[in-house]
């Protein structure tokens, strides 16, 4: 396989001559806008020693990392493209390239000794967006705030403030993120490929001192299990605060859904 040069300005040929073909059921579209990527890098609300970038495909995003982090550790899948990463950055001393699924990848053993405060950055892809979000949650302490672009309906979810905007990643977010914001919109002329929908950076800012239990992958799906039942349908009325037994989940702002999870965690 020939690797092509750096700094690319076309991906369809760089993708035909690495032999990669973008997976429309995996919403795989590389970000290719210098500018929006110099703009995710800037996102992060204070300085940090070491980016932590999930999935770079292309490195557009990797480039705009490399000229603010001290450190870069990038994480591809795929061996193609992480060959074409290798020739493109290999020669600089701070990028560090990890092969391997993000989703897999023990995070706690790879990451915490690396210099902090540490960011952790991913465009990604829709099909693993909320996944991967939920592995933040599990390492959250590990970063002080986590930077994503993601397809807009699953960065609503995160930064809902109830109704039926919200689902369990809503929840998972409200728990474990100090602040969740919605920083800018992306549009689809930034990715290769184009995508029929528009994409949405946000920022996570951990909460201090949360720490992930198996009860936080239990409970969110226990309470939208019966989204359209009445409330007293899916937990003991004894959990109910008055008013609340007729009411269905996405009936409830984020607080008292957060409210009731709370109580499903006491013993």
């Not at 609300?45 to 000229?67: D, Q, Y």
């Not at 690396?114 to 970063?143: H, M």
């Not at 290769?192 to 409970?219: M, Q």
Request: proline share 9%; hydrophobic share 40%; glycine share 8%.
């Amino acid at each position: 396989m020939s690797i092509p040069g750096p700094n690319p300005t076309n991906p369809r040929r760089i993708l035909e001559e690495i032999g990669f073909q973008p997976s429309k059921a995996r919403g795989q579209n590389f970000l290719v806008s210098e500018s929006t990527a110099r703009k995710i890098a800037g996102s992060a609300s204070g300085k940090f020693a070491t980016a932590v970038e999930i999935g770079p495909g292309l490195g557009a995003l990797t480039e705009a990392l490399l000229a603010v982090a001290p450190e870069v550790h990038a994480i591809e899948i795929d061996r193609r493209l992480s060959a074409y990463l290798s020739e493109r950055f290999g020669s600089e001393p701070s990028f560090h390239l990890i092969e391997s699924d993000a989703l897999d990848l023990n995070w706690r053993e790879r990451f915490s000794g690396a210099p902090a405060p540490r960011v952790l950055f991913g465009n990604l892809p829709y099909s693993v967006g909320a996944p991967l979000i939920e592995k933040f949650f599990q390492n959250v302490d590990l970063f002080t705030e986590g930077v994503f672009c993601l397809q807009s309906e699953v960065a609503d979810r995160l930064v809902s403030a109830g109704g039926r905007g919200m689902g369990p990643i809503t929840l998972l977010a409200h728990r474990f993120s100090l602040r969740r914001e919605k920083l800018f919109r992306i549009p689809p002329g930034a990715f290769y490929p184009r995508p029929k929908v528009t994409s949405t950076v946000i920022r996570l800012v951990p909460r201090p001192g949360v720490a992930w239990t198996p009860l936080d992958a239990e409970i969110p799906r226990r309470l939208f299990s019966g989204r359209r039942k009445k409330l007293s349908s899916v937990l003991p009325r004894r959990l109910l605060p008055a008013g609340l037994a007729d009411k269905r989940i996405d009936e409830l702002d984020v607080d008292t859904a957060a409210f009731l999870a709370d109580r499903l965690r006491e013993p």
